[in-house]
């Protein structure tokens, strides 16, 4: 088995401030991804990885950078934290680009004030 | 483009009683589809996937049907526990898609003694 950790749990942050949310996964998995949570929104996909280096926008990249220096870590960046931003971010990972099973990690929960 | 729905935001029920999530999905071709689940301070989890139309899957006593004809992917159980109160999100993949999985907006089951 594997796990993926994510850090930290909780982040809180001022308006305009640049925020790094950090994950790691000791699965060996080719692919990871970034998702936000946001209560009664589902899911949505920031960011993904198919491999070190890569780096693919989802659907709500704007406002964030990400990172994958090495296939076992991937991290994101909040540019510019918006006041009064809410928000559960999820890490992910899962070997190959086919349909196969996705493992979380626990989330980052981000309040801006 | 992906979608589903999942057209209940809460589901309330007491233990012992029938649990029916209701979603259905938009897409060309044959998907894998895929229930998650999301325990309260955790990320989500795989609950069960079915990888051919027409197929059933099952697991821990919750079954769903992949139903080409109806583009729909219900879930159900027999008789639900407290320990079954999470939020469930039906999820469509595609085969070959590295950006991942398009996620229904959840069902949030409660579940009382």
């Known amino acids: 088995g594997g796990i993926i950790t994510q850090t930290p749990k909780f982040l809180i942050g001022q308006e305009g401030q640049k925020l790094t949310l950090k994950c790691q996964q000791n699965?060996?998995?080719?692919?990871m991804y970034w998702y936000r949570q946001d209560s009664g929104k589902g899911l949505r996909l920031i960011y993904y990885?198919?491999?070190?280096?890569?780096?693919q926008k989802g659907d709500l990249s704007e406002g964030y950078d990400a990172s994958r220096e090495k296939k076992s870590s991937f991290s994101l960046t909040v540019t510019s934290a918006q006041k009064n931003e809410m928000a559960v971010f999820l890490c992910?990972?899962?070997?190959?680009?086919?349909?196969?099973?996705?493992?979380f990690g626990s989330g980052t929960r981000l309040t801006v004030l | 483009g992906n979608s589903v729905t999942q057209m209940q935001g809460q589901v309330t029920l007491s233990e012992e009683e029938f649990l029916f999530i209701n979603c259905t999905y938009s897409?060309?071709?044959?998907?894998?589809l895929f229930w998650y689940v999301q325990y309260p301070g955790e990320g989500p989890q795989l609950l069960l996937k079915?990888?051919?139309?027409?197929n059933k899957g099952s697991s821990r006593g919750f079954e769903a049907t992949y139903d080409k004809g109806t583009t729909s992917f219900h879930l159900q159980k027999a008789s639900v526990q407290e320990s079954d109160s999470a939020v469930y999100y039906c999820?469509?993949?595609?085969?070959?898609?590295?950006?991942?999985?398009?996620f229904g907006l959840g069902t949030r089951v409660s579940v009382f003694p």
């Open positions: 992910a990972s899962r070997q190959g680009a086919s349909a196969e099973t996705l493992y």
């Open positions: 699965f060996n998995h080719d692919t």
């Open positions: 990885s198919i491999t070190e280096n890569d780096l």
């Open positions: 897409t060309t071709g044959y998907p894998t």
């Open positions: 079915v990888t051919t139309a027409n």
């Open positions: 999820v469509l993949g595609r085969n070959n898609y590295a950006q991942g999985l398009t």
